[in-house]
Structures are given as C-alpha cells and as structure tokens.
Antibody
Framework: EVHLVESGGGLVQPGGSLRLSCGDS????????MSWVRQAPGEGLEWVANIKGDGSEKHYMDSVKGRFTISRDNAKNSLYLQMDSLRAEDTAVYYC???????????WGQGTLVTVSS | DIQMTQSPSTLSASVGDRVTITCRAS??????LAWYQQKPGRAPKLLIYKASSLESGVPSRFSGSGSGPEFTLTISSLQPDDFATYYCQQSDSYPYTFGQGTKLE
C-alpha cells in the first residue's frame, strides 16, 4: 500500500524559503513521475510541479517558475520542493502525489501546510 | 491553458438520489480526464481516470463518461458517505488544471 508522507511545512515570512519533503519506501520510487499539488485555504486544487522518475524532465505552473524547484533523490525514495521568494498567495496545503503515466494523481499524501505571512 | 468548468458549483441532494456533475474543458482533451472526491480536512481521492475507468476499490455506483470537451460524473444512488466536494482534472497538456469543484450537500 502506497503511503506518501510530507514534511517541512510551517510559517515563513514573505520573501523567505522553505523546503518540503515527501517519501515512501513501499514502491519502486524511481519508476514513477511524482508531483506537488496545492490547495489554498477554502479554495480548490492547483497543480504545482511534476518530475519524471529519473529526474530528467520537470514541469511547473507559471506562477512558481523561477521560484520553486522540484527534485528527487531516488536512493532515498524522496521527493522535494524547494520554495524560494515565497509570497502570501503561496499559502496552502501542499500535497505530494504519485502520478500515473496518463497524468492523473493516483496516490496522495496527507498534506503539509505552508503559511506565508509576516 | 485549458480551463475546466464544473457545474453546478453546489448540488443539494438526498440519499438514494441519482446525481450528475458536469465538467467542460475549454478545448478537446480526448479522454484525459480524472475525477476526485475530497472530504473536509482530507486529501483528495481518485475515483475515475481516463474519463470512464473506475479506480480500484471505488464503489460501482460511481461512473464517468464523455470525451473531447464535455464529461460527466454520475452517482447512481447517493449514499451518506458521498457528501463531499468533487473535482475534475485534465492531463491532456501542461499545465494540468482542475475544475473549481462541486460541493455535494
């Protein structure tokens, strides 16, 4: 059973940085695209970024390009999201997801809350 | 970007009702559409993928149909556990986008 667990959320000031982590050792991590999806308080779902199994291909939503970096360490079965130059509008619960090759989010972590506020 | 529009935004129904939620894409996305269910304080759960394929473990009262720009999620006989918010999502092209959600109450 896949069990994704996120960590690293918290309160950060505007302009600050935060690094989210996600891991699961129960599946062959390197075989799957992974993704981050976020949800602002009381709002809908928003895809943030994807990364291919070997890390060779990455995609981002426009509003985070140049500020967020998705990466992975397959030896540690871990996914990361480095978030720099954070803004108030980045405040959200961030979910780590495993992506099926058809592009749907088949497994989700429990989410980690990022709050950007002074 | 492909815009996904769900209707209605809120749906009032009763146990035993047949309910249908519609999702329309701003351009053709073939069958690259998924449906998710989300309950308050919980992560979303995949229900339907490739427009009409039922995810393993999801009750058969859930079904999906459609292609191109218009899709539907149908719950054949609403159960108490089904009151939640439902989202559609396209994976035809980047950026992946979700509908705004339909709250079933």
């Amino acid at each position: 059973e896949v069990h994704l667990v996120e960590s690293g959320g918290g309160l950060v000031q505007p302009g600050g940085s935060l690094r989210l982590s996600c891991g699961d050792s129960r599946f062959t991590f390197s075989s799957y695209w992974m993704s981050w999806v976020r949800q602002a308080p009381g709002e809908g779902l928003e895809w943030v970024a994807n990364i291919k199994g070997d890390g060779s291909e990455k995609h981002y939503m426009d509003s985070v390009k140049g500020r967020f970096t998705i990466s992975r360490d397959n030896a540690k079965n871990s996914l990361y999201l480095q978030m720099d130059s954070l803004r108030a509008e980045d405040t959200a619960v961030y979910y780590c997801t495993r992506l099926d090759r058809s592009g749907y989010f088949e497994y989700w972590g429990q989410g980690t809350l990022v709050t950007v506020s002074s | 970007d492909i815009q996904m529009t769900q209707s209605p935004s809120t749906l009032s129904a009763s146990v035993g009702d047949r309910v249908t939620i519609t999702c329309r894409a701003s351009q053709s996305i073939s069958i690259w559409l998924a449906w998710y269910q989300q309950k308050p304080g919980r992560a979303p759960k995949l229900l339907i993928y490739k427009a009409s394929s039922l995810e393993s473990g999801v009750p058969s009262r859930f079904s999906g149909s459609g292609s191109g720009p218009e899709f539907t999620l149908t719950i054949s006989s609403l159960q108490p556990d089904d009151f939640a918010t439902y989202y559609c999502q396209q994976s035809d092209s980047y950026p992946y986008t979700f509908g705004q959600g339909t709250k079933l109450e």
